[in-house]
Every structure is written in C-alpha cells, then in structure tokens.
C-alpha cells in the first residue's frame, strides 16, 4: 500500500479550490478560526519548495538566471515570486515549464503533509489549480467557490494593482466555473456580500 493509499483511509480529506481571487482565503480562514481542523495550502507549499537551497529553486535558477532573483533582498537570494508570476503569465513556454517542475513536487508535499495527519478524521487541502494540476485522486471531495468574474476582476485590480485587462486574463487562464463545476461534490457560494457559504460550511463541518 503506498503513501497516497495510506492517507486517504478513513480520512475525509477536502480539495478546496476556485477561481483566482475567488474568496478561498476568506474561507480558509473562517475554518481555521471556528473549526479544528489542520488545513494545507498549495501556495504555501509552492513558497518553502523555492526557497534557496531547494531542488526547485536551484532549477528554477538554471531556467531564468539571476534575473529572478529579488534584489530587495539580495543578502538572502530568495526568488522574487511576482516577476517570476509576470514572465509565467506572459510566456506560455515558461508557464508550462515551471507547472511541470513544480506541480508533481507540491503534491507530493501535501501526500506527505497527509500521512503526519493520519489521526485527523478530516483535513482540508487548499489548492488553487486543483483541476489544472490534476490533484483530484489526493481529495476525497472536492469544494469550489462560486465567484462572478466582475467579483474577481474588481478584487484582483485592487490587491495585485494591475488593469482591468490583466484582470481578465488572469482569470481566463484558468479553467471555468462551469468546467470546474462538472467535477465538485459542493458548491460554496461567494457571489455577493451575503456569505451564503457560511452555512454550507456548518452544515458539512
């Protein structure tokens, strides 16, 4: 039995994902604040697997040079992760080349992130581009975010301060609503300032 099958027995793990700027941090940190359960970030993952001294910082270093190193912080050489997001989004080359490193080592953490929680009856694994990364075989559920684009748009024009066009793009790399919808257990709706999801979340936490 491997490590997967390992920790998927008797744990009920839940994929949680949804368009950029969809609301997930807003929702992660509502569970962590009123449930006790351990939650695992994709994102914050992706961070620690690029820090200097790392398989993935050194191959990420070879592929764009010294370029991407942030220059704010130059005594520690850390990557400097918003113009790496930059080059990704405008080069589809660099964009499939860093998936392909990266994405098989981020589940792989999070496999081995599961089996230290083997005892924890449930676990919620957030991870932004479930569907992309095909990260569908770690969960045992899944929960997307219901978000308009024009929600999205707004959010990400104000927290990334970039146009509405860079908005749109953004989003439409990603996989649709409706595609992403065809393959979640449950939907939590974050459309408007109502906080439906709320009472889905109790209901099923």
């Not at 793009?169 to 300032?193: A, G, M, P, V």
């Amino acid at each position: 039995m491997d490590i997967l099958q390992k920790s998927k027995n008797n744990q009920r793990r839940i994929g949680l994902t949804g368009g950029i700027a969809s609301g997930k941090t807003t929702i992660t940190n509502y569970i962590k604040k009123n449930k006790n359960i351990p939650i695992l970030d994709a994102d914050n993952l992706s961070r620690e697997l690029i820090k200097p001294g790392t398989y993935g910082y050194k191959k990420i270093l070879d592929y764009f040079g010294n370029k991407i190193i942030d220059n704010n912080n130059n005594s520690e050489r850390t990557i400097n992760r918003k113009l790496l997001r930059k080059i990704i989004f405008k080069h589809s080359e660099s964009k499939e080349w860093i998936e392909k490193l990266l994405h098989p080592l981020i589940k792989e953490k999070m496999i081995e992130e599961c089996s230290q929680y083997k005892n924890k009856q449930t676990i919620v694994l957030v991870i932004p581009l479930l569907f992309e990364a095909k990260y569908e075989d770690i969960c045992t559920e899944i929960w997307l975010v219901k978000c308009p684009k024009e929600i999205q748009k707004k959010r990400l024009i104000t927290r990334d301060k970039i146009s509405e066009k860079e908005a749109y793009e953004s989003i439409n790399l990603q996989l649709s609503f409706e595609e992403k919808r065809k393959f979640s257990d449950i939907i939590l709706d974050n459309s408007d300032n109502q906080n439906k999801w709320i009472d889905t979340i109790r209901e099923l936490l």
